[in-house]
């Protein structure tokens, strides 16, 4: 059967439509204000155009479609981010020597967050990213923005529901970790060597019970302040990172 092709998606900002361009993705037009000036600027344009992507001047009101977001004055109409099935991003998860590492959102709904988790999870190289196509931030354009780029970078998963997810990690040897608040024991007092897959919660809630009581293990961070805990975002750079830190010092 033809799958259906995906309407294009908009990015803005200059960093996420740079990335976009600078790595081959496949846009329909860029879109630049008239009052936008700068090196950064002229050198975008420079690259759109080498690669034969249309490059059009526009007014303040073409912009309007963002609503009050931060655009720079630079979108661009393109091909969007496509979530691949468990099996897909699995699969290509252990053809790499390096052991496994995902990360699961159990309620991740706040769009800024979306984007930081991915950019981090960009940085720390983490195979793949499952959320739920529901109660989740999702990928659109301003989960691209806050990212810088990365939602396009990260393997991606959307499922109906995580626990399946972490059913099906379980069952073909990844560990399943979760994060909770007030645990006493800390990643760095656990073995990230491992295949495994994080799970974090939101920033309200943290782990559902239910998901919660799925994970093989459960680890927390030290909490020292008087500020109930960390962004969700801030808490998958120390986790992602220190899983990073151990496997280097194999």
Not at 122 to 147: L, T, Y
Not at 180 to 187: D, L, S
Request: charged share 20%.
């Amino acid at each position: 059967m033809t799958q259906t092709k995906k309407p294009n998606t908009w990015i803005y900002g200059v960093n996420p439509v740079t990335e976009a361009v600078r790595h081959g993705r496949k846009c329909e037009a860029l879109y630049v204000g008239q009052w936008i000036k700068g090196e950064r600027l002229d050198a975008l344009q420079d690259m759109a155009r080498r690669r034969e992507i249309p490059v059009k001047t526009v007014g303040r009101d073409f912009f309007d479609r963002f609503g009050g977001a931060v655009h720079q004055g630079v979108c661009a109409s393109a091909e969007p981010a496509v979530a691949r099935s468990l099996q897909e991003v699995f699969d290509e998860a252990v053809k790499n020597p390096a052991p496994a590492l995902f990360l699961i959102l159990d309620g991740v709904e706040d769009l800024g967050n979306m984007g930081a988790i991915l950019r981090v999870c960009d940085a720390a190289g983490v195979s793949g990213v499952v959320f739920q196509s529901h109660r989740s931030a999702g990928i659109g354009p301003a989960v691209e923005k806050a990212s810088a780029g990365a939602a396009w970078f990260v393997p991606l998963c959307e499922v109906p529901n995580i626990k399946h997810a972490m059913r099906f990690f379980g069952q073909n040897g990844i560990a399943v970790i979760g994060a909770q608040n007030g645990v006493a024991k800390t990643p760095w007092e656990a073995d990230f060597k491992i295949p495994l897959a994080l799970v974090l919660g939101s920033e309200e809630k943290g782990l559902r019970r239910t998901v919660a009581e799925q994970c093989d293990m459960l680890v927390g961070l030290p909490h020292l302040g008087k500020v109930g805990s960390l962004n969700v975002s801030v808490a998958a750079g120390i986790f992602l990172f220190e899983c990073l830190r151990q496997r280097r010092a194999v």
